[in-house]
C-alpha cells in the first residue's frame, strides 16, 4: 500500500467548474502537507501548503483532516491554464517529502 | 529569483554504460535533496545531504548508485551500469536551514536508457 494514495483522474471538467481532490496518507506521524503542482513534463511546484485549520488562496482551498488522515483540495472556477497534475505530498520528521503519484486535471473551453 | 540548476536536461544512453547528473542548489541551501520520478508516479527520494553529509540514502540502490556533495554546495549523481528500468526524470531539490519544510526543486534531467 502506498503511503499517499491519490485518484490518478483524469478530471475533464469545463472551465468555470469547481472541482476537488482528496488523498489519503498512512503515516499518521506525518508533520506536515502540502499540494504541488506539476505541468507536463516539468518539475513539480509548491500550489500551497495545509493546515489542520483549511487555508485558502484564490481560488484554491486546501482542508486536512489528521483524525481521518485525509486531505483535500478545491479548485474554484476553473481556468484552462490549471490543467496540470496536482500532487499530494507528506512530509516527516525527517523533511522527507512522500509524494502521491498525483491527479491529473484537464479543464476544457 | 535564485532557482536550482540541473544539467544535462536531457540525456539518452545504452544500458551498461555510465551517466551523472550534476545539480547547482539554490545560493546558502543547506539541504539538497536528489528524488526519481518514473512516468505516471511522483518523485520518489534517493538521497538527502545535509551539507555533505548523507542523512537519508535509504531508497538509493546502492550497487549501482551514487551521490556525492564533496564542499556541501553542488552534487553529483551517477548510476553505473544504467538499465532499462532507470529511465525516468532526475529531480533534484534544495531547502534553507530557515524553512526546512520548503524544497525548491530544479527542471530535472530526463533520462532515457536504449
Known amino acids: 500500500r502506498k503511503e499517499v494514495e491519490q485518484d490518478p483522474g483524469p478530471f475533464n471538467v469545463p472551465e468555470g467548474a469547481t472541482v476537488a481532490f482528496n488523498c489519503t496518507y498512512s503515516?499518521?506521524?506525518?508533520?506536515?502537507f502540502f499540494w504541488y503542482r506539476q505541468d507536463c513534463r516539468k518539475e513539480p511546484k509548491l500550489l500551497m501548503s495545509v493546515y489542520s485549520s483549511g487555508n485558502e488562496d484564490g481560488r484554491f482551498t486546501a482542508q486536512l483532516n489528521r483524525a481521518s488522515q485525509y486531505i483535500s483540495l478545491l479548485i474554484r472556477d476553473s481556468k484552462l491554464s490549471d490543467s496540470a497534475t496536482y500532487l499530494c505530498v507528506t512530509m516527516d520528521s525527517s523533511y522527507k517529502l512522500i509524494f502521491g503519484s498525483g491527479t491529473r486535471l484537464l479543464v476544457r473551453p | 529569483e535564485a532557482e536550482v540548476a540541473q544539467s544535462p536536461r536531457y540525456k539518452i544512453t545504452e544500458k551498461s554504460q555510465a551517466v551523472a547528473f550534476w545539480c547547482d542548489p539554490i545560493?546558502?541551501?543547506?539541504?539538497l535533496y536528489w528524488y526519481r520520478q518514473i512516468l505516471g508516479q511522483g518523485p520518489e527520494l534517493l538521497v538527502q545531504f545535509q551539507d555533505e553529509s548523507v542523512v537519508d540514502d535509504s531508497q538509493l540502490p546502492k550497487d549501482r548508485f551514487s551521490a556525492e556533495r564533496l564542499k556541501g554546495v553542488d552534487s553529483t549523481l551517477k548510476i553505473q551500469p544504467a538499465e532499462l528500468g532507470d529511465s525516468a526524470m532526475y529531480l533534484c531539490?534544495?531547502?534553507?536551514?530557515?524553512?526546512?519544510?520548503?524544497?525548491?526543486f530544479g527542471p530535472g534531467t530526463r533520462l532515457t536508457v536504449l
Open positions: 531539490a534544495s531547502s534553507s536551514n530557515g524553512v526546512p519544510d520548503t524544497q525548491y
Open positions: 503515516n499518521s506521524a506525518s508533520q506536515s
Open positions: 545560493s546558502g541551501h543547506a539541504t
